[in-house]
């Protein structure tokens, strides 16, 4: 199957500081990709959806300016987690939507190995 | 909006055993449905998906899941199971590339 990379797997930063999360496909293009958060023993919570050159849309209660998405290829989606705090502590997974007309069944998410975020 | 539920958050069966993952959806259209695998510190791998062909869905690892629209189910299930199928399981039902996961089911496979 296709094939998803993000880096870094882990990072550990301190309260206040912004976080760069990189999320890119490597061996297809594609026009839409997803950010989760996922928080332990927990299922996967969807935070936006991008489309490349277009501004993300975000879920509700998922604050766009603390969570700054970046769809600059179809290749490449970075995350950056402005001010982190404690609370934004969790494992953030990404996933690119490749084949088919959307919306018509036939495409497939496929995920990132996901960053795990630790702010102390 | 469509949602899922796994009905079992903890499923042990014993190795070379039958498995059986439950998953139930609501949609007010007809959803393409997927089964996700998590291994741990591992990213999420699909293993198989319907959508609107066949009921009966073969995927990977000899996992299959029935599709049944009059049930609105989606169970997954494995005729033996083996130790290497330890994982988090999820069901997720999309419309229009809308996704929705399922809280999961964790699997112990015991020897």
């Known amino acids: 199957g296709a094939v998803v990379s993000q880096h870094p797997s882990w990072v550990i930063c301190k309260s206040g500081t912004s976080v760069k999360i990189e999320c890119r496909s490597l061996d297809f293009q594609a026009t839409t990709m997803f950010w989760y958060r996922q928080f332990p023993k927990q299922s996967l919570m969807l935070m936006a959806t991008?489309?490349?050159?277009?501004?993300?849309?975000?879920e509700q209660g998922v604050e766009k300016d603390k969570f700054l998405i970046n769809h600059a290829s179809l290749t490449l989606s970075t995350l950056t987690v402005t001010s982190a705090h404690p609370e934004d502590s969790s494992f953030y997974i990404c996933s690119f939507l490749e084949g088919g007309l959307a919306g018509a069944g036939l495409e497939t998410q496929y995920f990132g190995p996901g960053t795990r975020l630790l702010v102390l | 909006a469509q949602s899922v539920t796994q009905l079992d958050s903890h499923v042990s069966v014993s190795e070379g055993t039958p498995v059986l993952l439950r998953c139930n959806y609501s949609?007010?259209?007809?959803?393409?449905l997927f089964w996700y695998v998590q291994h741990p510190n591992k990213g999420l791998q699909l293993l198989l998906k319907y959508t609107s062909a066949a009921t009966l869905v073969k995927g990977i690892n000899g996992f299959e899941a029935e599709f049944k629209k009059s049930e609105t189910s989606f169970h997954l299930t494995k005729p033996s199971a083996h130790m290497s199928d330890a994982a988090e399981y999820f069901c997720v039902v999309s419309v229009l590339n809308d996704m929705r996961f399922g809280a999961g089911t964790r699997l112990t496979v015991k020897p």
């Open positions: 949609s007010s259209y007809s959803p393409s």
């Open positions: 991008s489309n490349e050159g277009s501004k993300a849309t975000y």
